[in-house]
């Protein structure tokens, strides 16, 4: 078999382990190797289970097929319990947490016969105090936050999938600055029992894969809902392009992939336009940051009463900012983005989708953070499927991706258009090239 195993998308490495073309342990041998050469530069893991994880690949080429993921190695973000690994939630107050039984995502998925080879990396609780982790594309530069492990596991070819989560921007943004797509469905849509709760009304899991089809498949399995697979769509799709009012914090490089997918889709038979700014929306920013600081003051409780000493600075800040809040207050806040949903979702009644910024530009360096969420807070707080898109690339030679949002509860439709929209635009960028391709690897 080739070495470049791991470099199989999720999709193909299941339908060769479907037919008994490949071998789980084959597969499960090729991502170690992807690790064990590049982890002590990515720095994409907290923990790693070789032995466990061939032993189960072995039992799974043994016996009957179990699944859609049968045979498939993940990744699953350290902010997810599991049954045998610690889940520290990235900090030091867990630094010797070991929950003993899965998150529901992570039971889905092992029930449907993935291999779980290892926890990665998050920021703290899945805020904004950075990990070690480092972009694949260029280690100097940040992965993004706070699925940054997951993301760059997945952008590095150590694995075809790994499970995130988004609050703010945390699916999203690592996705556009590691080059890859990243899937945080509808609010709810996966269950989050055994996640490290954030803010209760915007907590989302989804997960990070090379190809639109290929986090179908996994979504298929964690909504349990086999439509997921089929992504047919031969219809001219009604794009509404959204600069958002953040735009003025918008990058030359978004800009441009902005103009050049407007017109690439345009070309492409959809009916594209440019969708009107309401004022109102210059307040969705920071209303979702006071919803996910009051929340966040609550979930965690127990860690800011009790062991405040271990939290970084940069959640104090948050967490403190978020008791200040009224509950009052906070009721009024739910109120308002419930309104403000509600005149977004009418916007569906004219567009199949719409196009944004995933980000403000390509990653910063990793010094300076691990960017900011401001083009997703909106479509989080809204709990709107929503996915990045890669195929632009910046001054840095780093990736530019945008992102598509789609109605709530309609995330099938929403993948097939995606893939639709993913299709051409990297077409458009060159011929004969996939998302997968289109930068270096170490």
Same mark, same amino acid.
């Given at each position: 078999?080739?070495?470049?195993?791991?470099?199989?998308?999720?999709?193909?490495?299941? !339908?060769?382990?479907?037919?008994?073309?490949?071998?789980?342990?084959?597969?499960? !041998?090729?991502?170690? $190797?992807?690790?064990?050469? /590049?982890?002590?530069?990515?720095?994409?893991?907290?923990?790693?289970?070789? @032995?466990?994880?061939?032993?189960? $690949?072995?039992?799974?080429? !043994? #016996?009957?097929?179990?699944?859609?993921?049968?045979?498939?190695?993940?990744?699953?973000?350290?902010?997810?319990?599991?049954?045998?690994?610690?889940?520290?939630?990235?900090?030091?107050?867990?630094?010797?947490?070991?929950?003993? =039984?899965?998150?529901?995502?992570?039971?889905?998925?092992?029930?449907?016969?993935?291999?779980?080879?290892?926890?990665?990396? &998050?920021?703290?609780?899945?805020?904004?105090?950075?990990?070690?982790? /480092?972009?694949?594309?260029?280690?100097?530069?940040?992965?993004?936050?706070?699925? *940054?492990?997951?993301?760059?596991?997945?952008?590095?070819?150590?694995?075809?999938?790994?499970?995130? *989560? @988004?609050?703010?921007?945390?699916?999203? !943004?690592?996705?556009?600055?590691?080059?890859?797509?990243?899937?945080?469905?509808?609010?709810?849509?996966?269950?989050?029992?055994?996640?490290?709760?954030?803010?209760? *009304?915007?907590?989302?899991?989804?997960?990070?894969?090379?190809?639109?089809?290929?986090?179908? =498949?996994? $979504?298929?399995?964690?909504?349990?809902?086999?439509?997921?697979?089929?992504?047919?769509?031969?219809?001219?799709?009604?794009?509404?392009?959204?600069?958002? +009012?953040?735009?003025?914090?918008? @990058?030359?490089? &978004?800009?441009?992939?902005?103009?050049?997918?407007?017109? &690439?889709? *345009?070309?492409?038979?959809?009916?594209?336009?440019?969708?009107?700014?309401?004022?109102?929306?210059?307040?969705?920013?920071?209303?979702?940051?006071?919803?996910?600081?009051?929340?966040?003051?609550?979930?965690?409780?127990?860690?800011? +009463?009790?062991?405040?000493?271990?939290?970084?600075?940069?959640?104090?800040?948050?967490?403190?900012?978020?008791?200040?809040?009224?509950?009052?207050?906070?009721?009024?806040?739910?109120?308002?983005?419930?309104?403000?949903?509600?005149?977004?979702?009418?916007?569906?009644?004219?567009?199949?989708?719409?196009?944004?910024?995933?980000?403000?530009?390509? $990653?910063?360096?990793?010094?300076?953070?691990?960017?900011?969420?401001?083009?997703?807070?909106?479509?989080?707080?809204?709990?709107?499927?929503? +996915?990045?898109?890669?195929?632009?690339?910046?001054?840095? #030679?780093?990736?530019?991706?945008?992102? =598509?949002?789609?109605?709530?509860?309609?995330?099938?439709?929403? =993948?097939?258009?995606?893939?639709?929209?993913?299709?051409?635009?990297?077409?458009?960028?060159?011929?004969?090239?996939?998302?997968?391709?289109?930068?270096?690897?170490?």
């Amino acid at each position: 078999m080739s070495t470049a195993l791991n470099r199989l998308g999720a999709l193909e490495a299941a !339908r060769k382990l479907q037919r008994r073309e490949l071998t789980a342990v084959q597969l499960v !041998r090729a991502c170690f $190797a992807r690790i064990e050469q /590049r982890e002590n530069t990515i720095h994409a893991w907290t923990a790693l289970q070789k @032995q466990a994880a061939l032993d189960h $690949a072995e039992a799974l080429d !043994r #016996g009957a097929l179990r699944g859609p993921l049968h045979g498939l190695p993940i990744g699953v973000k350290d902010l997810f319990d599991t049954a045998d690994l610690p889940t520290r939630y990235g900090s030091p107050i867990y630094e010797r947490h070991n929950p003993g =039984l899965d998150a529901a995502a992570v039971a889905l998925c092992r029930h449907a016969g993935a291999v779980v080879i290892g926890k990665t990396v &998050t920021t703290e609780f899945a805020t904004y105090q950075a990990g070690p982790t /480092r972009n694949p594309r260029n280690e100097a530069y940040t992965p993004g936050g706070s699925s *940054s492990g997951s993301a760059a596991a997945v952008a590095d070819d150590m694995v075809p999938f790994a499970l995130g *989560s @988004q609050t703010a921007g945390s699916i999203i !943004r690592p996705a556009s600055y590691c080059g890859i797509v990243g899937f945080k469905p509808t609010f709810g849509a996966i269950p989050r029992a055994g996640v490290k709760s954030l803010a209760e *009304s915007l907590d989302t899991v989804g997960g990070f894969a090379r190809s639109v089809p290929d986090v179908a =498949l996994f $979504a298929s399995v964690l909504m349990r809902d086999p439509r997921m697979l089929d992504l047919a769509y031969d219809g001219k799709p009604r794009v509404g392009m959204y600069r958002s +009012l953040q735009w003025r914090h918008a @990058q030359s490089e &978004t800009k441009e992939a902005f103009a050049q997918a407007a017109a &690439t889709l *345009s070309r492409a038979g959809a009916h594209v336009e440019e969708v009107p700014l309401p004022p109102e929306d210059c307040m969705l920013v920071q209303l979702h940051s006071d919803i996910m600081a009051f929340e966040a003051s609550q979930s965690l409780a127990y860690e800011r +009463l009790e062991h405040a000493a271990q939290l970084s600075a940069k959640i104090q800040a948050v967490l403190e900012a978020g008791a200040q809040i009224t509950a009052e207050a906070h009721i009024k806040n739910l109120a308002r983005a419930a309104e403000s949903r509600a005149r977004v979702e009418q916007w569906f009644d004219k567009y199949d989708i719409l196009l944004a910024p995933s980000a403000s530009g390509e $990653a910063p360096f990793a010094d300076l953070g691990t960017g900011d969420p401001q083009f997703s807070r909106a479509w989080t707080l809204f709990g709107l499927p929503c +996915l990045n898109l890669p195929f632009a690339t910046g001054p840095q #030679g780093l990736p530019v991706g945008l992102q =598509l949002i789609g109605r709530r509860y309609d995330d099938h439709r929403t =993948l097939a258009i995606a893939a639709w929209v993913h299709e051409r635009l990297l077409a458009a960028r060159e011929p004969d090239i996939g998302a997968s391709d289109m930068w270096p690897r170490g």
